[in-house]
T-cell receptor, first 112, second 111 residues
Framework: EAQVTQNPRYLITVTGKKLTVTCSQN?????MSWYRQDPGLGLRQIYY???????DKGDVPEGYKVSRKEKRNFPLILESPSPNQTSLYFC???????????FGPGTRLTVL | DAKTTQPPSMDCAEGRAANLPCNHS???????VYWYRQIHSQGPQYIIH?????ETNEMASLIITEDRKSSTLILPHATLRDTAVYYC????????????WGAGTKLIIKP
């Protein structure tokens, strides 16, 4: 089944403890993105990747890192999480520009 | 800021056509109109997109006015599972995936 998977789906952590949210797609898509969704602010893009080893900042990249060493994986790294990064995170992929994106199920992160 | 305006909420009876409007009066000639929906904190789901011609797929139809300043998403036979927030987004075809998401329309399908 074609899909985007994220792990973990739920995570509660403490300030400063490094964490990684994994994202994987099995559709051989070139383009992948990370978004966060907060009440009243909608979805905002964090980082995106147009291909392997090609990443760029979105609207709200501060406090996040990404890597794209393989086409299928696009992990989101929080080196030192803070409470303002408590949010619902979505990974998305697409075969190319101009095509609709496939979204993962989301990761609900709480930073205490 | 989002480049689209949508009503915050709408109701529709189950089995009837749901017509969701979207205004995008500042749309440029090369910007596409995309529709997504999100069911209660699940990942957004792509529905359809178009440039100037009307489009139809297995999920919905997209009607774009001739001046392209507005569009309507039509769900021909709404079911309870179509209850969701529907987002109308415009973006140039060669931009990155920096979609600007507005507040969307909360569509409630009533039995």
């Amino acid at each position: 089944e074609a899909q985007v998977t994220q792990n973990p789906r739920y995570l509660i952590t403490v300030t400063g403890k490094k964490l990684t949210v994994t994202c994987s797609q099995n559709m051989n898509h070139e383009y992948m993105s990370w978004y966060r969704q907060d009440p009243g602010l909608g979805l905002r893009q964090i980082y995106y990747s147009m291909n392997v080893e090609v990443t760029d900042k979105g609207d709200v990249p501060e406090g996040y890192k990404v890597s794209r060493k393989e086409k299928r994986n696009f992990p989101l790294i929080l080196e030192s999480p803070s409470p303002n990064q408590t949010s619902l995170y979505f990974c998305a992929s697409s075969p190319r520009l101009g095509i609709g994106q496939f979204f993962g199920p989301g990761t609900r992160l709480t930073v205490l | 800021d989002a480049k689209t305006t949508q009503p915050p909420s709408m109701d529709c009876a189950e089995g009837r056509a749901a017509n969701l409007p979207c205004n995008h009066s500042t749309i440029s000639g090369n910007e596409y109109v995309y529709w997504y929906r999100q069911i209660h904190s699940q990942g957004p789901q792509y529905i359809i997109h178009g440039l100037k011609n009307n489009e139809t797929n297995e999920m919905a139809s997209l009607i774009i006015t001739e001046d392209r300043k507005s569009s309507t998403l039509i769900l021909p036979h709404a079911t309870l599972r179509d209850t969701a927030v529907y987002y109308c987004i415009v973006r140039p075809p060669d931009s990155n995936y920096q979609l600007i998401w507005g507040a969307g329309t909360k569509l409630i399908i009533k039995p």
